[in-house]
């Protein structure tokens, strides 16, 4: 769809929305650039605190990926006023406020309208200098691909909707979509990478498609490197798989080379649509070991190398190994 829309022209747009990047980036001054990004969903868990709290940090995930610190958000709110009770409303603005408060930004009003189901999520602005910013589209062969939040958040939410998630389940899963990844954003700028981006609703292999194809390379993955969380394998082989996942599954047919051996339902956990998920960095050979002991430091012990980038020809493919 945003193929038919003109690039921008202002200079001071350090990029457009060609290479998919998580957010838009302007330049105030030779030391200092504005990052800006939305991002909304509707319920993927029952406790309304718990679902405002998952959509900030999915909203601000975006910042972080570009390497910028967040500043500012705005509430953006879909609410059935006339079903559902207030208090219910208050307990998500909390649970987000409380998270944009952990991000050290400032929460100062959005926008309400009444809809037929509830949906939240932030419109957020951050601070970065213009020659720090980290963007999807720098990769470069032999780079090491690096995830730091483990898979299978759309998968087990979804258990969770059908009823077939026990209560370790749940709060192995609130507890990685209410993880900032401010930690690993921190990491990746000690260490430095050539490329990130944040792991959300396109799924692992979606999103890496993106940054292969902004930097004109291909990938590796290695299926029994990639983390995931405990439940997800099972929920997957018994098909509770989201709408989301299986369209990502779809639209990857002819970018993704799966070894044979790989099932259906691991193919799926790959592609499954996360809310919050955690960032995935391109980073040289020679840095990987500083940036997965920064990782360690800032708490994101799922982080691990799951594959590494190619030369590609076309750009954007990727194989997965394993089995």
Known sequence: MLRHLPLPT????????????????????????????????????????????????????????????????????????????????????????????????????????????????????????????????????????????PLGLGIITTGIDRGLVDEAAIKQVVTVMTTLNAGAAEAMLAVGVHAATDVTGFGLLGHLHEMLAGGGVGAQVDLGAVPALDEVWNLAAANCIPDGSRNNFRYLGSFVTWNKAIERSARMVLCDAQTSGGLLLAVSPERTDDLLAALQEQATPAAAVIGEIVAEDPAGRITVTGH
């Open 10 to 149: 202002d200079p001071n747009i350090l990029n457009g929305f060609e290479h998919g990047e998580d957010a838009a980036v302007y330049r105030l001054t030779n030391e200092l650039a504005l990052v800006q990004s939305v991002d909304y969903i509707t319920p993927v868990v029952d406790d309304p605190y718990t679902f405002g709290a998952v959509a900030a940090a999915n909203a601000l995930s975006d910042l972080y990926a570009m390497g910028a610190r967040p500043a500012l958000a705005l509430n953006l709110i879909g609410y059935p006023v006339k079903s559902l009770p207030l208090g219910t409303l208050n307990e998500i603005l909390r649970g987000g406020a409380d998270k944009v408060l952990e991000a050290g930004a400032g929460l100062i009003g959005g926008h309400s309208i009444d809809d037929h189901e509830p949906k939240y999520g932030l419109a957020v602005t951050g601070l970065v200098h213009p020659d720090r910013v980290v963007r999807n589209s720098g990769a470069q062969p032999g780079d090491r691909l690096v995830l730091t939040k």
